[in-house]
């Protein structure tokens, strides 16, 4: 694939040429989108349609026909319509063609697009020079990818509040909190005899923490919306995780026998419960094992349970609670007080509810819900569960999008701003300098500081993006 190498000069269309691809999915419907960008686009489209009259007003859309320009043959009767530089997409003036929806018709007009001066655009390249054009920073780029992959209501919306804006509001307004504090301290270094120093005011500086501690909880919930809520099922062998995951799932996925051990690998399916996006595991049974692959199995397991959001721990209440089940609780109960940790007392169709004095006084905190696998019962009740611990205090309704780069960059200016609050700071230049570079995080957050002049680090951004777009 050839590179490109896009200027950081917003003007770079007359090195890069004009661009074009079949924006809508392949496939047979009611229309395709041929979208063609750059400062030869409508030139272009005058070569391919058969009448363009009227072709200068921006927004209007024109029925004429697409036709091989060698032999003015007429291939489809389309729309099309223009968007002038700078009120378009991508900032350069814009063309689109909507031919009926045939693979072959949407290919060959893209094919008589190139072969009249356009090449074909890189995948996300559209959404990249309205980047570099300052028609939309990146989180607004990142918003959009999102909305394409959302997958679940709940994450459209966290995709749409970003594309609208909503991420990048916020970083401006705790941007210039930031600057305005360090504006203050600015006029202590700049006048030294005139001003006596007394000390940063550290109520501003916890208030611009809490609102990036604020911001962070709703980037890592839209990050949760778009991958989905990592939910593990885990237990002892023929504890009925297996069962547990086709029953939320209603669908036979799993292999499910009476031998322990069945599942020796890690199983995983996605599943929506009221707008939120689930990832279930299915994990081995975690026990002393001498089978090499079954201990393979059981070394996933544990691996998958470390990562997960929620961790399902089911106990075949029909066999009572093993030392091995008090074991894990004793130590997943130690390390995050239970707060992502259900208890599931499965099988209770076999037997009346058993008695579990021996969970209730010791993780009395810890949720415990009894199933049934094979018939339903208690399903209900274990998904509340679950989108309530997923919910987190209602933080997915404001959840918003961001890259682990943008949430790598929001980490080092929290931790920036952390050495001032955990610090008896008193030289205000070094505070001055801490408040500095958390403000340059955020400029690097929206993309507006050393971006557009790092080639490698936006072909990982936008190469994401489908070709279309």
Same mark, same amino acid.
């Given at each position: $694939?050839?590179?490109?190498?896009?200027?950081?000069?917003?003007?770079?269309?007359?090195?890069?040429?004009?661009?074009?691809?079949?924006?809508?999915?392949?496939?047979?419907?009611?229309?395709?989108?041929?979208?063609?960008?750059?400062?030869?686009?409508?030139?272009?489209?005058?070569?391919?349609?058969?009448?363009?009259?009227?072709?200068?007003?921006?927004?209007? $859309?024109?029925?004429?026909?697409?036709?091989?320009?060698?032999?003015?043959?007429?291939?489809?009767?389309?729309?099309?319509?223009?968007?002038?530089?700078?009120?378009?997409?991508?900032?350069?003036?814009?063309?689109?063609?909507?031919?009926?929806?045939?693979?072959?018709?949407?290919?060959?007009?893209?094919?008589?697009?190139?072969?009249?001066?356009?090449?074909?655009?890189?995948?996300?390249?559209?959404?990249?020079?309205?980047?570099?054009?300052?028609?939309?920073?990146?989180? @607004?780029?990142?918003?959009?990818?999102?909305?394409?992959?959302?997958?679940? $209501?709940?994450?459209?919306?966290?995709?749409?509040?970003?594309?609208?804006?909503?991420?990048?509001?916020?970083?401006? @307004?705790?941007?210039?909190?930031?600057?305005?504090?360090?504006?203050?301290?600015?006029?202590?270094?700049?006048?030294?005899?005139?001003?006596?120093?007394?000390?940063?005011?550290?109520? @501003?500086?916890?208030?611009?923490?809490?609102?990036?501690?604020?911001?962070?909880?709703?980037?890592?919930?839209?990050?949760?919306?778009?991958?989905?809520?990592?939910?593990?099922?885990?237990?002892?062998?023929?504890?009925?995780?297996?069962?547990?995951?086709?029953?939320?799932?209603?669908?036979?996925?799993?292999?499910?026998?009476?031998?322990?051990?069945?599942?020796?690998?890690?199983? @995983?399916?996605?599943?929506?419960?009221?707008?939120?996006?689930?990832?279930?595991?299915?994990?081995?049974?975690?026990?002393?094992?001498?089978?090499?692959?079954?201990?393979?199995?059981?070394?996933?397991?544990?691996?998958?349970?470390?990562?997960?959001?929620?961790?399902?721990?089911?106990?075949?209440?029909?066999?009572?609670?093993?030392?091995?089940?008090?074991?894990?609780?004793?130590?997943? &109960?130690?390390?995050?007080?239970?707060?992502?940790?259900?208890?599931?007392?499965?099988?209770?169709?076999?037997?009346?509810?058993?008695?579990?004095?021996?969970?209730?006084?010791?993780?009395?905190?810890?949720?415990?819900?009894?199933?049934?696998?094979?018939?339903?019962?208690?399903?209900?009740?274990?998904?509340?569960?679950?989108?309530?611990?997923?919910?987190?205090?209602?933080?997915?309704?404001?959840?918003?999008?961001?890259?682990?780069?943008? $949430?790598?960059?929001?980490?080092?200016?929290?931790?920036?701003?952390?050495?001032?609050?955990?610090?008896?700071?008193?030289?205000?230049?070094?505070?001055?300098?801490?408040?500095?570079?958390?403000? &340059?995080?955020?400029?690097?957050?929206?993309?507006?500081?050393?971006?557009?002049?790092?080639?490698?680090?936006?072909?990982?951004?936008?190469?994401?993006?489908?070709?279309?777009?």
């Amino acid at each position: $694939m050839r590179k490109n190498n896009f200027a950081s000069d917003p003007d770079f269309d007359s090195d890069f040429g004009t661009i074009a691809a079949i924006s809508t999915a392949l496939g047979e419907g009611g229309i395709a989108i041929i979208r063609i960008s750059g400062s030869e686009a409508a030139n272009i489209a005058r070569k391919v349609l058969y009448d363009t009259r009227n072709f200068e007003t921006p927004g209007l $859309m024109k029925l004429t026909s697409l036709i091989e320009p060698d032999s003015c043959e007429v291939l489809d009767r389309v729309l099309c319509v223009r968007f002038k530089s700078p009120k378009s997409y991508t900032g350069e003036d814009i063309v689109e063609i909507h031919t009926h929806g045939g693979i072959l018709l949407a290919r060959t007009c893209l094919q008589i697009i190139l072969r009249n001066g356009a090449r074909i655009a890189e995948p996300g390249e559209f959404t990249r020079r309205a980047f570099l054009n300052g028609r939309i920073d990146l989180s @607004e780029a990142e918003g959009v990818l999102g909305v394409i992959k959302s997958q679940s $209501m709940e994450s459209l919306r966290a995709s749409a509040r970003t594309l609208t804006g909503g991420l990048s509001e916020i970083v401006r @307004e705790i941007y210039q909190e930031i600057l305005r504090v360090q504006g203050n301290l600015e006029i202590a270094l700049d006048f030294p005899e005139g001003v006596e120093f007394s000390g940063v005011d550290l109520r @501003e500086v916890f208030a611009i923490r809490a609102r990036l501690d604020d911001l962070r909880s709703r980037c890592s919930a839209g990050i949760l919306l778009l991958n989905g809520v990592r939910v593990v099922i885990a237990g002892l062998p023929n504890a009925g995780k297996s069962s547990l995951m086709n029953a939320l799932l209603r669908k036979h996925r799993a292999i499910v026998t009476e031998i322990p051990g069945t599942t020796r690998d890690v199983i @995983e399916e996605s599943v929506n419960f009221d707008g939120v996006p689930l990832r279930l595991t299915d994990t081995a049974g975690l026990r002393e094992s001498g089978d090499l692959i079954e201990r393979e199995g059981i070394e996933l397991a544990k691996n998958a349970i470390r990562e997960s959001d929620i961790c399902l721990w089911v106990i075949d209440s029909s066999r009572g609670i093993t030392d091995y089940d008090v074991k894990f609780l004793r130590e997943n &109960h130690e390390k995050n007080h239970g707060a992502n940790l259900i208890i599931i007392l499965n099988k209770c169709d076999l037997q009346d509810k058993p008695e579990i004095s021996e969970l209730a006084s010791e993780f009395s905190d810890l949720r415990k819900i009894f199933i049934s696998a094979k018939t339903g019962a208690g399903l209900d009740d274990l998904k509340a569960a679950i989108l309530e611990i997923s919910r987190g205090g209602s933080v997915l309704d404001f959840g918003l999008n961001a890259s682990e780069k943008q $949430m790598s960059y929001l980490d080092e200016a929290i931790e920036l701003v952390n050495q001032i609050c955990g610090n008896d700071l008193s030289d205000p230049d070094v505070i001055a300098g801490l408040l500095n570079s958390a403000r &340059h995080c955020l400029m690097s957050m929206l993309g507006l500081e050393g971006f557009k002049n790092n080639e490698e680090l936006l072909d990982s951004i936008f190469s994401r993006f489908c070709v279309g777009k």
